[in-house]
């Protein structure tokens, strides 16, 4: 069975602005429907397109996501919303455009009165847990610090992991020097490496939950900086802090770290895996596997995470949007699969709920599409121009031709020919009418879409956006720094 349909030019797609209004509880469909499946989503932090050693990452040993692949669906044209993590876990959770949410960057965990809130917007675990499911987020939040955005408001009957964008993987420490951890929706001083805990985590809650209907969201802290593998050193300490620090690793240093940190992740789904198939619910639980953006520009020099797509993390080309995806469900969809129709992280949410029968009659209007009919019966998805906006820089795609606006100029490629983005067509006679014809269709999705602080962006020109969470690191670090001398990381 091959599932290499090409999308065509096609109609924007139709999006909702009316007012969000309060959603009714979902329903249970009792036809064409699943026995109540369980569901893992799993979203890796800033693993590139080729992170996965199935995705053709060099050096990486993933064998239990290679199995999942094998015997499930690889998607080889899925994007991430955003080319930054806040954004495209905020389309996750709403199956929406984040900017309808208000958002193009990232939430600051020193701002406590933002975030995303599940009051004034669709959250898939509220859903789910309305839906009678146990639910349960363990990993990497970033949607907002303050108490009216973090996982229990969003129904999320379990918590084990941090609120902030990162966190040293040993120490704990976010990016303010402070320990950002929780277990049992609580502040904890748990000793240990952070994914690994993470891993015990997820298999105790299924241990716990296992006769019940399950919704596991799994937000892993890898690779994301700093970089560390299970037997490294804090960098990040009560007297000391650094960001990052994979600029002035070898690149020898930066790969094993990276190796082992992605080798930490698998074998925490292998484990899971193992848990599943104790109670034998193999069977009946859909998995997700995807990352919130490409990778970063370290590990592209280092090890060509990216594959040979252009870019990486922060920047519109494939390298910074397109990332490893599968989808697993053992005898509902078909094995061995490769799928190259394109799709986005907001179709993840109604993908699930249609999966899991769950009929929504919430007043809000998705924008992602379930996934569900290309899954389970081979379909084609439907014609769609698809967006992407991060700060003042704007994507639109329409089949296989993509326009990028960003430095005051048009940029437009043409992906069945030149997948490495290398050849711009925008100033080319031949497609001057459809240059056109994407302007006009991504000006009116920003005036539809988007809302609050990104609508007062003016597309193309650059507006730096403020740090708000500055801090005196000289002075904090009393004049120490991070070096890397003779093989050996040093601080002094």
């Not at 309305?130 to 987020?137: D, L, M, N």
């Not at 070898?250 to 074998?267: C, F, L, N, Q, T």
């Not at 009919?373 to 031709?401: A, C, Y």
Request: with cysteine.
């Amino acid at each position: 069975m091959n599932l290499t349909n090409k999308l065509l030019l096609g109609a924007v797609l139709g999006l909702c602005t009316s007012n969000l209004l309060a959603a009714e509880t979902p329903k249970i469909k009792k036809e064409n429907s699943f026995e109540k499946p369980n569901v893992i989503v799993i979203m890796a932090d800033d693993l590139g397109y080729a992170g996965l050693s199935c995705f053709g990452g060099e050096g990486i040993s993933t064998p239990n996501l290679d199995s999942l692949a094998n015997k499930g669906v690889r998607f080889t044209n899925f994007y991430a919303n955003s080319t930054v993590c806040s954004p495209t876990r905020v389309a996750l959770l709403s199956g929406r455009y984040q900017q309808r949410v208000g958002l193009d960057h990232i939430y600051f965990h020193c701002v406590k009165d933002v975030g995303f809130d599940p009051k004034t917007n669709p959250s898939l675990p509220m859903i789910m847990k309305e839906a009678g499911y146990k639910t349960g987020v363990f990993g990497k939040w970033h949607l907002g610090s303050g108490p009216d955005y973090q996982p229990m408001a969003h129904g999320f009957d379990e918590f084990t992991g941090f609120l902030d964008g990162n966190i040293d993987f040993v120490s704990k420490h976010n990016t303010e020097s402070e320990v950002d951890w929780f277990v049992h929706n609580k502040p904890s001083d748990q000793k240990g490496y952070v994914t690994t805990l993470l891993n015990d985590a997820v298999v105790d809650f299924i241990e716990k939950e296992h006769k019940n209907p399950f919704f596991i969201y799994m937000p892993e802290a890898a690779v994301h900086c700093p970089m560390q593998g299970p037997d490294d050193v804090p960098l990040r300490t009560d007297d000391f802090y650094t960001y990052t620090v994979q600029g002035q690793l070898p690149r020898e240093e930066y790969m094993r770290r990276y190796s082992e940190m992605v080798a930490s992740m698998d074998k925490g789904v292998g484990r899971v895996m193992k848990t599943l198939r104790k109670y034998d619910l193999e069977d009946n639980t859909l998995i997700i596997f995807t990352s919130d953006n490409g990778g970063e520009r370290t590990g592209v020099k280092h090890g060509k995470v990216n594959g040979e797509n252009r870019g990486h993390k922060v920047t519109m080309y494939e390298g910074g949007l397109k990332v490893p995806t599968i989808f697993y469900w053992k005898g509902k969809l078909a094995g061995g699969i490769v799928n190259d129709e394109l799709a986005l992280t907001m179709d993840i949410l109604p993908t699930v709920l249609e999966a899991a029968g769950i009929e929504y009659n919430g007043s809000y209007q998705f924008d992602g599409t379930s996934l569900t009919s290309n899954l389970f019966e081979n379909k084609p998805l439907e014609q769609r121009d698809l967006f992407w906006m991060h700060t003042e820089r704007l994507v639109i795609r329409r089949g296989d031709m993509k326009l990028i606006r960003q430095n005051k100029g048009v940029e437009l490629y043409d992906l069945a020919s030149d997948k490495l983005e290398q050849h711009n067509l925008a100033n080319n006679e031949e497609y001057k009418e459809l240059v056109e014809e994407m302007l006009v269709a991504s000006d009116k999705w920003h005036k539809e879409t988007a809302i609050g602080f990104p609508a007062q962006r003016e597309i193309g020109v650059k507006v730096k956006t403020a740090w708000p969470c500055k801090r005196d690191l000289k002075s904090f670090n009393k004049g120490k720094k991070y070096k890397w001398i003779d093989g050996k990381a040093v601080i002094q």
